[in-house]
């Protein structure tokens, strides 16, 4: 009998439990419900990301009870993609007309010869462009470091390594 209490007791905590778990869901940054989630059709979706409670990234984070699910469509990714390009692309020019910059491309220092091959990269290859404030570049690339410092991840990285 006592078995059975104690079964029960465990049976109504852990119901108790699994439903003081909530989800909070993100649609281009913008808190959505789950309908609003069930609406989109799977080939609007380009990224999907599951975050288990109290994992998330703090732009996400809504406590240690929450899971969080962060979904980008293919229509905001794409608008995205093609304001990096041309992001990257005024940095190209400027660097052609003398700029001090710095350009890093997956981790590896693009060289002054190479970086015409980056005018070649197309929007949809682009994840990241953005600058890197002077203080952190000069503590990763020392005395590489430039007063811009231009950062460029792709989706697919290929590159080689050269010693």
């Known amino acids: 009998m ?3 209490h104690l079964l029960l007791i465990i049976l109504l905590f852990s119901t108790l439990l699994s439903c003081s778990r909530r989800e909070a869901i993100f649609i281009d940054d913008v808190e959505q419900s789950k309908e609003q989630l069930k ?4 080939s609007e979706i380009f990224s999907y990301i599951k975050y288990s409670p109290g994992t998330a990234p703090p732009r996400y984070y809504k406590g240690n009870d929450t899971t969080v699910i962060v979904v980008k469509t293919r229509k905001v990714e794409t608008r995205l993609q093609k304001q990096r390009h041309t992001f990257l692309n005024r940095f190209l020019d400027s ?3 003398g700029a001090d910059i710095l350009i890093v491309q997956d ?3 693009i060289l002054s010869p190479e970086q015409k091959n980056l005018r070649k990269l197309s929007p949809d290859q682009l994840s990241n462009a953005k600058t890197m404030e002077w203080e952190g570049a000069k ?4 005395s590489h470091a430039r007063p811009i410092t231009l ?9 080689e390594y050269r010693p």
């Open 2 to 4: 006592l078995m059975k």
């Open 95 to 97: 660097a052609d007309n």
């Open 107 to 109: 981790g590896v220092l």
């Open 151 to 159: 950062l460029i991840n792709l989706y697919d990285p290929k590159f």
């Open 39 to 42: 609406k989109l059709d799977s």
């Open 139 to 142: 503590k990763l690339y020392g």
